[in-house]
């Protein structure tokens, strides 16, 4: 069986090579994006500093006040999870279908469906911080001045310690591969009209004729009621036919 220059010896199409660059590395950009944030995330998240007791203790209090002020608001960060992870599957979509045939209806809208998706992303993050930021200005209201400051005081500390991945530096990255990656899916859907179809040569079978039967000789028909003439054998007496030459039994020649 013949095979295409990629190896693929079943049908399938080609997009222009912009257009695989666009789709692979926007998948690509994508998980850079997703990977610095996690990172990120994990180095605040993990990063210890020793401090005194009441210091300890006024940042535990500042932290149980944010958390009630935003809570309403936390079902913006599960959606915002949710559209992250629909926009992995359908970017991985868009590279599992790059070659599909049957599914290019699938690849166009895979990434038609992320872009929408980054847009949604902005504008639930977006209402978020508004949201959250509203809910915070009551802090100076809720919490004693001499609190607000230990809570500064114990930030700066960590940032401190956690170095880069707490500095504005670090987000900085995480929009550079966000604006990357949906830069490269636009650019992928404007691209996306196939350049070839290929298709497996097929090689036609040449029919043979089936071998005739093997004709059976029919017996001779004797018609109903007709008498076939015979005589006897002269030298042993069998019966036999009036016309036979040979006798059948003895062997004996008659004529």
Known sequence: ?????????????????????????GLIFFLLAEGFAFVAGYVQGSTTVYLPYHQISAYDAFMSKIAELTAPY???????V??????????????????????SETHFVAIVVVIVLFFAQFATISIYDNRTQQALSQLP??????????ARTVEEALYRECGFWCTPASNVFNVVFSLAY??????ASLTARPVTVWQPAVVAAIPVPAPAPARV?????VATGETIPTKFC????????????????????LV
């Open 1 to 25: 069986m013949s095979l295409c220059s990629c190896n693929r010896g079943t049908s399938h199409l080609h997009y222009s090579n912009n257009h695989e660059f666009f789709v692979k590395w």
């Open 74 to 80: 936390e079902y913006l960060n599960w959606l915002v």
């Open 82 to 103: 949710i559209e992250e992870l629909a926009t992995l599957v359908l970017a991985i979509a868009a590279v599992a279908t790059l070659h599909s045939i049957k599914e």
């Open 141 to 150: 209201s809720l919490v004693s001045a001499e609190t607000l400051e230990t």
């Open 182 to 187: 949906v830069g490269l899916f636009v650019a």
């Open 217 to 221: 000789p029919e017996p001779p028909q």
């Open 234 to 253: 002269r030298y042993c007496g069998a019966k036999i036919l009036r016309d036979s030459k040979y006798c059948e039994e003895c062997g004996a020649r």
